[in-house]
């Protein structure tokens, strides 16, 4: 069965330094996303791209937090600097089209950051 | 903008219980509605996911009904057992939006 993989799976770093994820979706999705799950919490949406275009960043906190997809394909989210309240786990989730779900979203195994 | 909620929160049972999973949404426009199961620690893995013409989804002991009108759709599972043990989400997917958004999840512990 196809998957969406990420890597890494756990991540610990010190304040102020710099991290990142990487996604591979399953292949031949169109979209990728990026959320952010809080412990306790539902995920939250950081940034979607359809192919290599962002099509929605507005929660993304762009002051420390940048993503790029540059072929299309995989996508890699950077975090500089890492601040405590960052820890969290961060899901990549992929789908066919934005604009028609309808076999809706696979998630990865997510990477779990904590920042100490 | 959308607003899911899932009730209780929280919910322990002794195993072979029949039990029901709450989700509320206040926008009633949806392109379907997706349940996800997440174990401690781990990604989220898809249960069922209905389109907005349907009422219902089943797999195995699962069953998800959709209210489009009430803005309900609710997760029932039949038969509960220890290894049902997860936190279930809901998540709705807003027509024009091109995003799910997720309910808090309900934390579900079966004891044997």
């Known amino acids: 069965e196809a998957e969406v993989a990420q890597s890494p799976r756990y991540k610990i770093t010190e304040k102020s330094q710099a991290v990142a994820f990487w996604c591979d979706p399953i292949?031949?999705?169109?979209?990728l996303y990026w959320y952010r799950q809080i412990l306790g919490q539902g995920p939250e949406l950081l940034v979607q791209?359809?192919?290599?275009?962002?099509?929605?960043d507005s929660q993304l906190p762009k002051d420390r937090f940048s993503a790029e997809r540059l072929k299309g394909v995989d996508s890699t989210l950077k975090i500089q600097p890492a601040e405590l309240g960052d820890s969290a786990m961060y899901l990549c989730?992929?789908?066919?089209?934005?604009?028609?779900?309808?076999?809706?979203?696979?998630f990865g195994s997510g990477t779990r950051l904590t920042v100490v | 903008k959308q607003e899911v909620t899932q009730i209780p929160a929280a919910l322990s049972v002794p195993e072979g219980e029949n039990l029901v999973l709450n989700c509320s949404f206040t926008d009633s426009a949806i392109y379907n509605l997706q349940w996800f199961r997440q174990d401690p620690g781990k990604g989220l893995t898809s249960l069922l996911l209905?389109?907005?013409?349907?009422r219902e989804q089943t797999s195995g002991r699962l069953n998800a009904s959709l209210d489009k009108s009430s803005g309900r759709s609710t997760l029932y599972i039949a038969a509960s057992q220890p290894g049902d043990s997860a936190t279930y989400l809901c998540a709705v997917h807003t027509s024009g939006t091109y995003k799910y958004i997720f309910g808090t999840g309900t934390r579900l512990k079966v004891l044997a």
């Open positions: 791209f359809q192919d290599e275009s962002v099509v929605d």
């Open positions: 989730a992929s789908s066919l089209n934005e604009a028609t779900p309808v076999y809706g979203y696979t």
């Open positions: 209905i389109q907005s013409s349907q």
């Open positions: 292949s031949g999705h169109a979209t």
